[in-house]
Nanobody, 125 residues
C-alpha cells in the first residue's frame, strides 16, 4: 500500500483546509487509516483515524471538535477536514495505514506500517 497526502498550504488562523490521502494498492475491511502530524522540534502527534469498514473514528484531544476524518471507498481516499485552524496546528501532516486495530489502539503510531510523504500545513496568526 502506498499513500500520497496532499492539500497542505498556508491558511490564516480561523480558516479551514482539507487534506487528502490517496491510497494505491489494496485496502481491506480491517484497514485503518490514520493522520499524524509533526511540528518543528516536536514529536509526532496523533491527529485522528478511521476504520475502513464501518467508519469508526478516533481523534486526538487537541483537534477534537475542530477536525473530522472521512473516507471515500470508491476513490480509495481518506480526507482530513480541518476547521478553526490555529497557529499551533502548523505541522507536516502524514497519513498512515494499519491493519486490524481496535479503536483504543488507533492512536499509536507504532501500529501503522505504511506512511505517506507528508504535506505541510502552515497557519498564520
Amino acid at each position: 500500500v502506498q499513500l500520497q497526502a496532499s492539500g497542505g498550504g498556508l491558511v490564516q488562523a480561523g480558516g479551514s483546509l482539507r487534506l487528502s490521502c490517496t491510497i494505491s494498492g489494496r485496502t481491506s475491511s480491517s484497514s485503518v487509516m490514520g493522520w499524524f502530524r509533526q511540528a518543528p522540534g516536536k514529536e509526532r502527534e496523533f491527529v485522528g483515524a478511521i476504520k475502513w469498514s464501518g467508519g469508526s473514528t478516533l481523534y486526538g484531544g487537541s483537534v477534537k471538535g475542530r477536525f473530522s476524518i472521512s473516507k471515500d471507498t470508491a476513490k480509495n481516499s481518506v480526507y482530513l477536514q480541518m476547521n478553526s485552524l490555529k497557529p499551533e496546528d502548523t505541522a507536516v501532516y502524514y497519513c498512515a495505514a494499519a491493519e486490524r486495530l481496535i479503536t483504543s489502539t488507533m492512536n499509536n503510531e507504532r501500529n501503522y506500517r505504511n506512511w505517506g510523504q507528508g504535506t505541510l500545513v502552515t497557519v498564520s496568526s
